[in-house]
Antibody
Framework: EIQLQESGPGLVKPSQSLSLTCSVT?????????WSWIRKFPGNKMEWMGY???????NYNPSLKSRISITRDTSKNQFFLQLNSVTTEDTATYYC???????????????WGQGVMVTVSS | DIQMTQSPASLSASLDEIVTITCQAS??????LAWYQQKPGKSPQLLIY???SLADGVPSRFSGSRSGTQYSLKISKLQVEDTGIYYC?????????FGAGTKLELK
């Protein structure tokens, strides 16, 4: 069974960097698919932040492009989110998810982590 | 970016009632549209992919349809366990974008 699990600090100070880890079990992230970070803001808005592909290429939401970095450690089957220069507007629940492939449609998120709530506050 | 306009924002319906939620895409996204259900404290669950195909394990009372750039999710007979927030997602082109969500409650 494929499982994703986010981890990281729940509180980050403004202007600092937010760093999260997604640990994947049941599937090797270099075998296929894209591996995304998605966040849900208070008030329920959802935002796709970006992904790292199985080959290591990345694709970021232009709204975040100057602040975001997604990397991976293939030896640990983990991928990471770093978001720089955070503000209170980055307070959200952060999810990692797999971009699955169904009947020719790829990129839709089929497996998700349980989410980690991150508050940006001094 | 492709905008997904979802309506209604909230909905209150009775048991066994038919419920319909819609998403309007700002561009032609073909069938690259998925629907999700999210319950409090849980991650979103895939309901529909390819605009009309039911994901594994999803009850048959859920269905998806498309008319041009308008997409609909229909629940044929609302059950207690169907409450939650529903989102559409376009994954036709990055940045992938979600609808604003529909909060479905029981009347």
């Amino acid at each position: 069974e494929i499982q994703l699990q986010e981890s990281g600090p729940g509180l980050v100070k403004p202007s600092q960097s937010l760093s999260l880890t997604c640990s994947v079990t049941g599937y090797t992230i270099t075998s296929g698919y894209d591996w995304s970070w998605i966040r849900k803001f208070p008030g329920n808005k959802m935002e796709w932040m970006g992904y790292i592909s199985y080959s290591g290429s990345t694709n970021y939401n232009p709204s975040l492009k100057s602040r975001i970095s997604i990397t991976r450690d293939t030896s640990k089957n983990q991928f990471f989110l770093q978001l720089n220069s955070v503000t209170t507007e980055d307070t959200a629940t952060y999810y990692c998810a797999r971009g699955g492939y169904y009947d020719g449609y790829y990129g839709l998120f089929d497996y998700w982590g349980q989410g980690v709530m991150v508050t940006v506050s001094s | 970016d492709i905008q997904m306009t979802q309506s209604p924002a909230s909905l209150s319906a009775s048991l066994d009632e038919i419920v319909t939620i819609t998403c309007q895409a700002s561009l032609d996204i073909g069938n690259w549209l998925a629907w999700y259900q999210q319950k409090p404290g849980k991650s979103p669950q895939l309901l529909i992919y390819g605009a009309t195909s039911l994901a594994d394990g999803v009850p048959s009372r859920f269905s998806g349809s498309r008319s041009g750039t308008q997409y609909s999710l229909k629940i044929s007979k609302l059950q207690v366990e169907d409450t939650g927030i529903y989102y559409c997602l376009q994954h036709y082109s990055a940045p992938y974008t979600f609808g604003a969500g529909t909060k479905l409650e029981l009347k």
